[in-house]
């Protein structure tokens, strides 16, 4: 790499570090905004690269890099801004440490990672005692997103995040009305738990859309094309407009680039990765006592599709699950009652996000409740989530931000949806697909609507029989006592 030029020290207006897929593409998002950008890897030839390829588009001027961490520093102008794109983890923190040695007082970094909130808030606590100014931030929109504009959620400290949001709000996706798609979701690592939750309901709404192909394949007996007709008149309706069902409508029709006759489908192996954000929240949501069955149930699946040579062994040895057909009279019927088993499922997962949300920012004071309104508005664009059910979800919380549960605010939508949901799940459950997120949406919706649950009372004395562990009693109008009791049981040993 050649040396610094004088002229350049100093006139970078932020800096990105990890040239990878992501870096790359939101440093071009940068300089197609007119931002000067520095530019630093770990391995020299990758940033070299970038400036060869970059420079005769955007000018010397305009894109510059860093050998070491000193020389990128030099090119930043102060109070210095870099966002981190690497992975995250103990990476992060050696690139979080590499900076604090060559910043100032009053420098910012902002990680963008896919981090845990409560990492965030430590590295944020730990920078500030000294000196320096730290933002966790997540970003949705993969590295389309970061090329284009992505969503961003932003947590710290509000005078950081004003410092900086000139940058993050130009390089951000921009809705129909024109606003940029970021807000400041709170302190700490809020932004970094609202990212987290985000991929949560990613999670399960996109195992819920495999579930629903994976009914009208092989449960109603569709065609890969039959099924792309079925999706396309999905959307039209509206309510499940999004860019999920979009990206699934595309899945179902691509063709195997290697074997033409076949989709693509038919020749990818049914294993799913995944990047730990899915299992921290459903942890996260579970230690305060937060249900969240449907986001579980979508980080299971995960972990059994990668189960695939036992799954193999097993399948030999075991009742294989049967797949009866459908007469014809029977499949609109059947494909109405999967739309309302999808479209409710899509609800009670939207519901527990934002309910484990809630919880997580009760527990840890990390200030997101006010925000949720805006929050939810940013995913309008630019962000996996996007899809028309965000209005309606967005004037929920404005509405009444005391909302006990999202799904109070689709009361027609579940009300008109349970029948067919129902039928659904138990046509499935004879012929054996396997729909796990959509059974327990099923069970989400009925509990949470359950004001009294009949296992748990019998649960609720069982525990006291073995273990004298006690419980409430119901009052003459129906609520629980504060102080716990327990009955004289007769002696059973196990």
């Given amino acids: 790499m050649e040396p610094i030029a004088p002229e350049t020290i100093g006139t970078a207006e932020v800096g990105i570090i990890g040239m990878g897929t992501m870096g790359a593409n939101l440093a071009l998002n940068l300089l197609d905004k007119g931002f000067t950008v520095a530019v630093f890897n770990r391995s020299t030839n990758v940033a070299t690269d970038f400036l060869a390829k970059n420079r005769p588009t955007y000018g010397a001027s305009k894109v510059l890099a860093g050998k070491t961490y000193e020389d990128f520093a030099s090119l930043l102008r102060k109070p210095r801004k870099a966002m981190i794109l690497v992975v995250a983890g103990k990476v992060t923190d050696m690139v979080i440490e590499d900076l604090a040695r060559v910043f100032e007082q009053g420098d910012i970094i902002v990680d963008t990672g896919n981090a845990h909130f409560k990492d965030q808030t430590t590295r944020a606590e730990m920078l500030e005692a000294r000196g320096l100014r730290f933002l966790g931030m997540g970003v949705s929109g993969g590295a389309e997103g970061a090329r284009k504009g992505p969503a961003f959620f932003p947590g710290g400290t ?105 989709f693509m489908v038919d020749r990818t192996a049914d294993m799913i990765g995944s990047k730990g954000t899915g299992l921290w929240s459903v942890q996260e949501a579970m230690s305060v006592g937060v249900p969240c069955p449907s986001l579980a149930q979508a980080v299971i699946a995960r972990q ?128 054996g697909e396997c729909v796990g997120v959509m059974f327990a949406s099923l069970t989400y919706v009925t509990t949470m609507a359950q004001p009294t649950m009949l296992a748990g009372q019998v649960v609720a004395l069982q525990r006291d029989v073995f273990g004298r562990h006690g419980f409430k009693r119901l009052k003459e109008d129906g609520t629980a006592t504060e102080e716990s009791y327990s009955a004289e049981w007769s002696e059973m040993i196990p």
């Fill in 158 to 262: 509000l005078s950081v995040w004003e410092d900086i949001k000139p940058i993050v709000e130009a390089a951000s996706a921009k809705a129909k009305d024109g606003r940029p798609c970021v807000t400041m979701c709170g302190s700490g690592g809020a932004g970094s738990c609202v990212k987290m939750y985000h991929n949560a309901g990613e999670y399960a709404i996109l195992q819920i859309w495999g579930e629903a192909y994976a009914v009208l394949r092989n449960q109603i007996g569709l065609p890969p094309a039959e099924i792309q007709k079925v999706l396309g008149d999905w959307k039209a309706r509206g309510a499940l407009d999004s860019y999920m069902l979009d990206i699934t409508h595309a899945v179902c029709g691509q063709k195997d680039d290697k074997v033409p006759s076949d």
């Fill in 304 to 431: 059994m599709s990668m189960c695939r040579e036992e799954r193999q062994v097993n399948a030999a040895q075991l009742p294989g699950a049967s797949s009866p057909s459908t007469t014809a009279a029977d499949k609109a019927a059947e494909i109405e009652d999967l739309y309302h088993a999808t479209n409710v499922s899509i609800i009670a997962s939207y519901a527990q996000m934002f309910q484990c949300i809630r919880g997580i920012d009760k527990e840890f004071k990390l200030e997101i409740i006010g925000h949720l309104p805006r929050i939810i508005s940013t995913f309008r664009a630019g962000c996996i989530l996007q899809g028309a059910m965000l209005e309606p979800m967005t004037k929920a919380f404005e509405e009444n931000p005391n909302i006990s549960n999202l799904m109070c605010a689709f009361q027609k939508e579940i009300a008109d949806g349970m029948p067919g949901f129902r039928r659904t799940m138990a046509k499935v459950a004879m012929g």
